[in-house]
């Protein structure tokens, strides 16, 4: 079975086709960082208009890619919920329309079921059941997977969310847009040591998340050192890249933890790490030693699969698809959609 994936739920624009024998086929990604980079966040509006323009150029492309015409699919899958509600009307609309012209079914998608599977897009995947991170701009969560469709909440963040909280104090740091990349490159360039931010909700029981402290503690060490600093109140490019390198080491060690915290409480040693903050360098680093300190072993998409895409949404549709699942004429998008609302297969 052949199925084109399209993924329109916040500010990126993705297509791709995945096949159930051969895997992936082509994908291709529009990202509209420059639509909003002035904004220093993502407009709704905005971004609603961008996948508009993109969505039929972009789906020419990744037939191109594939050397195969639209006659020759069997399916359509698109990003259902959650997400931005304009933005995932866009997508929904384009590919319902479309599976109704040639005949074919089509299949709403869970957002973040793409983002946990994305693993699964590797040559190396990982087994059932394992412990996923799923970590990005929108969400924070970890939960146990011991199927598709079968994923039990172990914990989430009870504000925001660990990119958004990067990308908040990114802006706070005048670091640019998108925050999390530029926040992580000037923390490169940061002092060990110099500050000492706190490791959120990992003196209480459970695995929720919490990051807005973070932000805040961020904001009142610029504060602090904007007055001591003798530099006619402004932060220098060392003070920046310390406060950053202090911020980033935070929100890792407490990932870290959590992670830790709930492969034990599972008694799994199999954890998955995915969402766009899952591409952040020391994070990768950090949970691979902790995962081997557990002997056991950790997963990622590539990093071109960690931020929205099209191929995740193509590769759950196909799962979906192959189990009988299809969407009727009307299209149900969502702006909120548990995860736990989701059909085993």
Same mark, same amino acid.
């Given at each position: 079975?052949?199925?084109?994936?399209?993924?329109?739920?916040?500010?990126?624009?993705?297509?791709?086709?995945?096949? /159930?024998?051969?895997?992936?086929?082509?994908?291709?990604?529009?990202?509209? *960082?420059?639509?909003?980079?002035?904004?220093?966040?993502? *407009?709704?509006?905005?971004?609603?208009?961008?996948?508009?323009?993109?969505?039929?150029?972009?789906?020419?492309?990744?037939?191109?890619?594939?050397?195969?015409?639209?006659?020759?699919?069997?399916?359509?899958?698109?990003?259902?919920?959650?997400?931005?509600?304009?933005?995932?009307?866009?997508?929904?609309?384009?590919?319902?329309?479309?599976?109704?012209?040639?005949?074919?079914?089509?299949?709403?998608?869970?957002?973040?079921?793409?983002?946990?599977?994305?693993?699964?897009?590797?040559?190396?995947?990982?087994?059932?059941?394992?412990?996923?991170?799923?970590?990005?701009?929108?969400?924070?969560?970890?939960?146990?997977?011991?199927? =598709?469709?079968?994923? #039990?909440?172990?914990?989430?963040?009870?504000?925001?969310?660990?990119?958004?909280?990067?990308?908040? !104090?990114?802006?706070?740091?005048?670091? %640019?847009?998108?925050?999390?990349?530029?926040?992580?490159?000037?923390?490169?360039?940061? #002092?060990?040591?110099?500050?000492?931010?706190?490791?959120?909700? =990992?003196?209480?029981?459970?695995?929720?998340?919490?990051?807005?402290?973070?932000? !805040?503690?961020?904001?009142?060490?610029?504060?602090?050192?904007?007055?001591? %600093?003798?530099?006619?109140?402004?932060?220098?490019?060392?003070?920046?890249?310390?406060? /950053?390198?202090?911020?980033?080491?935070? *929100?890792?060690?407490?990932?870290?933890?959590?992670?830790? &915290?709930?492969?034990?409480?599972?008694? $799994?040693?199999?954890?998955?790490?995915?969402?766009?903050?899952?591409?952040?360098? &020391? @994070? &990768?680093?950090?949970?691979?030693?902790?995962?081997?300190?557990?002997?056991?072993?950790?997963?990622?998409?590539?990093?071109?699969?960690?931020?929205?895409?099209?191929?995740?949404?193509?590769?759950?549709? $196909?799962? &979906? @698809?192959?189990?009988?699942? !299809?969407?009727?004429?009307? =299209?149900?998008?969502?702006?909120?959609?548990?995860?736990?609302?989701?059909?085993?297969?």
């Amino acid at each position: 079975m052949i199925v084109l994936g399209i993924e329109s739920s916040c500010d990126e624009t993705g297509l791709a086709l995945f096949d /159930s024998e051969k895997g992936l086929l082509a994908h291709t990604l529009h990202s509209q *960082v420059e639509v909003h980079a002035e904004y220093g966040g993502v *407009v709704p509006e905005l971004a609603s208009r961008d996948h508009i323009r993109y969505l039929i150029p972009l789906m020419e492309e990744v037939f191109k890619q594939a050397g195969i015409e639209k006659s020759a699919i069997d399916g359509i899958a698109y990003t259902a919920g959650p997400g931005l509600i304009g933005a995932l009307m866009s997508g929904a609309s384009v590919g319902r329309s479309l599976a109704w012209s040639l005949g074919i079914p089509a299949v709403e998608v869970h957002h973040m079921e793409g983002h946990l599977l994305a693993p699964m897009l590797e040559d190396e995947t990982p087994e059932f059941p394992f412990v996923a991170l799923l970590v990005s701009g929108g969400h924070t969560l970890l939960a146990y997977v011991k199927g =598709i469709g079968q994923y #039990e909440l172990l914990g989430q963040s009870l504000d925001d969310a660990a990119g958004e909280a990067f990308d908040k !104090t990114a802006k706070l740091l005048g670091l %640019g847009y998108p925050g999390g990349p530029a926040l992580a490159a000037s923390a490169e360039q940061g #002092e060990h040591g110099r500050f000492k931010f706190p490791r959120p909700m =990992i003196d209480r029981p459970g695995l929720d998340f919490s990051f807005s402290g973070l932000k !805040t503690f961020a904001l009142n060490t610029m504060q602090k050192v904007a007055r001591e %600093g003798g530099n006619e109140g402004k932060l220098t490019q060392q003070d920046k890249a310390d406060i /950053s390198l202090a911020f980033e080491e935070a *929100v890792v060690d407490t990932l870290k933890i959590k992670c830790r &915290r709930a492969l034990e409480q599972q008694q $799994c040693n199999a954890l998955v790490i995915a969402g766009g903050v899952g591409a952040n360098k &020391r @994070l &990768r680093v950090g949970l691979a030693e902790m995962i081997e300190q557990l002997d056991g072993k950790l997963h990622y998409p590539r990093v071109e699969f960690c931020t929205d895409n099209g191929a995740m949404i193509a590769q759950v549709g $196909c799962f &979906r @698809l192959m189990a009988g699942q !299809t969407q009727p004429l009307e =299209i149900d998008a969502r702006a909120r959609w548990s995860m736990q609302e989701l059909e085993a297969i």
